[in-house]
């Protein structure tokens, strides 16, 4: 597997000199300066592209050309947001960058409560607390028939939380749950927006009416009218399964599970759709072995995400040790490593850790975190190759 790092392009604290020492071998970015549904120019990916070269490194993923959210719920302007998608592909295709890690999500790409939740070592990780997030649905955006998605068990404890919680809890949680978590990856909210509740209620209303089903078949259509570029340039399109894998927010989930995933490989059965194969976020749902799933949809994965998750009482989660958890993360590297070699492969989110929290890195995305992680990885990769007599 080729290793890779998300890196946030050329402003970004972790440069690609610190990259190359630790032993990176390919880059995943984006060109995270041009708007939401704007053509990437041939000039500014070759840019990118050079500049990446020139420490000895390579664009080996895109992460992400972004799906704007009219092209979700089938807005008046997807044809031609499409159109755009489908010309800064062929860029992409043109300038050697073949594979796109993209996803389907409404709204918000990933959730979790807590970005630093302390473990008994001192260091720190992202979490989820249900009961939390269900306070900041109920009392915080107040969505209308909201109590339905909750237990009467789960309802009296947000009740009891509600008697108890400090103003700057809730003004932490909205700031964790849509505005840290979403910026910072062409996200419809970003830091320093006003009234960012207000924003998030009017970007959840575009969805009214918009159900499982539907948001199937929007990306259904969306995935038909690029494969031909795909086919023409050899971009592999994979998609990010939802994370969390279930339910929020009263918005359609379509890929949390083998039966999401095989729906999806099968409505545009082309090799060039595939998937990103991404542990973590399969492995916060209970539903979900990543053993049983690798060893499915190995043969139309593009790219891995190597991280793992603890599932705790409640519908909580935590992001645990990449040695760690439900992600069985060794035994996904022999199951690639046999499949489906040479794919990229980049370890996804870290601790906190050794003064990471005063870097002002993307909340996930710390440095000395990953790289324990990475070395983590590496270690299993040896293991791994060693078994297969790769090395």
Known sequence: MEKTWRWFGKKDPITLSMLRQIGVEGIVTALHEVPNGEVWTPEAINDLKQYIESHGL??????????????????????????????????LGKAGIKTVCYNFMPVIDWIRTDLQHPWPDGTSSLYFDRIRFAYFDLKILQRAGAETDYSPEELEKVAELDRNIAEAEKDELIDTIIVKTQGFVNGNIKEGDLQPVNIFRRLLALYDGI???????????????????????????????????FQVLGLPRIITDEADIEWMLHAVDNPHN??????????????????????????????????????????????????????????????FEKENPNLP????????????????YNPGYSF???????AQVEGMMAVVRNELGLE
């Open 58 to 91: 390579r664009w080996s993923v895109v992460e992400s050309l972004p799906v704007c959210e009219a092209i979700k719920y089938a807005g008046p302007e997807r044809d031609k947001l499409i159109a755009n998608y489908k010309a800064s592909l062929a860029n």
């Open 211 to 245: 159900d499982r089903n539907a948001l199937r078949e929007n990306l259904r259509y969306f995935l038909t009218a690029i494969m031909p570029v795909c086919e023409e340039y050899g971009v592999n399109m994979c998609i990010h399964p939802d994370d969390p894998p």
């Open 274 to 335: 595939g998937l990103t194969f991404c542990a973590g976020s399969l492995s916060a749902g209970e539903q979900n072995d990543t053993r049983e799933l690798a060893r499915k949809f190995a043969h139309r994965t593009h790219f891995v995400h190597l991280r793992s998750t603890k599932a705790m009482p409640g519908g909580n989660f935590i992001e645990s040790s990449h040695l760690e958890g439900r992600g069985h993360l060794i035994d996904l590297i022999r199951i």
């Open 345 to 360: 492969m980049r370890v996804d989110h870290g601790r906190t850790m050794l003064g990471d929290e005063t870097k002002g």
């Open 368 to 374: 000395h975190g990953r790289m324990l992680a990475l």
